[in-house]
């Protein structure tokens, strides 16, 4: 009979994208279980979005009010787990060192910001599909023909705040990274021009408005969903943000 090595039975490491999955899975799974995560990332926009729809303030223009809504609630929810959401988990995992052990294991840094990543996308349609479906019941009737330019706009805006949110999670501290990352989310909600159009803002707020990751998302996804047109304008506004944050992040961040 011939004689098994026990080194021979021991199993290699798996694919790289199963390790990329397992970790996205796990992600994903941590994001959903935190409690004020899923404050940020759901409940408020869902209220967010029932409580501007049927108010008559602030002034929105003269399109109907749940179509100027709906899109810049769905921007927000992008905003909330791209950047908030991750910036957040992602400065807690480097204090308590999850960062360094798992970029040395077969997973690999790449792996790890990959499965972030993809567990950010899992939420981000979770997101959708929930708050599409409350905008769907109170009288949104989205542009069938934008939806492959919101989704373009949506996974610009992605990359945008993801990159934003590893330069801040890589760069403070763990209470800085909570404290600031949801500092930014209260400013750009109120004055990011995420939910209200820049062009409904004042003058002098208007224009810094328009140029940011949060404003350009919601002015490209209400022409998406809106009247089903291409927002370039808008879109290389994100496409610069991913540059330069990833840019950044890719400089600056620090494992441990």
Known sequence: MTSVSPASTVPGPAAPWRRVVAQASFETRILLRNGEQLLVALVLPALAL?????????????????????????????????FTGQAIQTGFDRRYGVLRLLGTTPLGRGGLLAGKVLAVLVVELLQVVLLGAVALALGWHPAAGGLLPALLA???????????????????????VLAVANLVWVLLLAGGAVIVPADEMP??????????????????????????????????????????????AARWFRWD
């Open 154 to 176: 949506g996974l610009l805006g992605t990359a945008a705040f993801v990159s934003l949110a590893l330069l801040l999670a890589g760069t403070l501290r763990a209470e800085a």
């Open 203 to 248: 003058a002098g707020l208007s224009h810094l408005a328009a140029a940011l990751p949060s404003g350009a998302l919601g002015e490209a996804l209400r022409e998406a969903l809106g009247s089903g047109r291409l927002a370039l304008g808008p879109l290389l506004v994100l496409l610069a943000w991913a540059v330069l944050g990833s840019a950044a």
């Open 50 to 82: 029932v409580g501007l729809t049927l108010a008559a303030v602030p002034d929105l223009g003269d399109s109907r009010r749940v179509d100027v809504v709906a899109p810049g609630v769905l921007a927000l929810a992008v905003m909330s787990t791209a």
